[in-house]
């Protein structure tokens, strides 16, 4: 499909629905929206990382971003891009978080 509506493609990722996932993609291009409806978080999630490029839109709310040794306080508006391999994680400052992220590769495990 063409065309994604705001309002069509999110999944619940944990049980209460308070983190929902859309992902839109093509054969060599991604892109997941996230929205947080759980903040702001006591503490960041755990750190992980994967072998894709990423670069994320603060579309909503704001959030401290850590990359490594590094952390970031970020707003709506802001941008962040964490290259291969980086250990990072975020921890939401308000109530509702909108992320919007491009990868590359593709995140097969989303798909």
Known sequence: MEVTKSTEGFEA?????????????LD????????FHNG???????????????????????LKLFIEDREY???????YKIESNLNHSIQTLSE???LVDSFTPLREEFL
């Open 96 to 98: 509702y978080v909108k």
């Open 13 to 25: 990722i944990n049980p209460n629905g308070s983190l929902m996932r859309k992902v839109i993609h």
């Open 28 to 35: 060599h291009l991604m892109m997941t929206i996230f929205e």
């Open 40 to 62: 702001p978080m006591e503490t960041p999630d755990p750190p992980h990382k994967h072998i894709h490029e990423q670069i994320t839109y603060v579309a909503s709310g704001s």
């Open 73 to 79: 306080l970020l707003n709506e508006g802001d941008v």
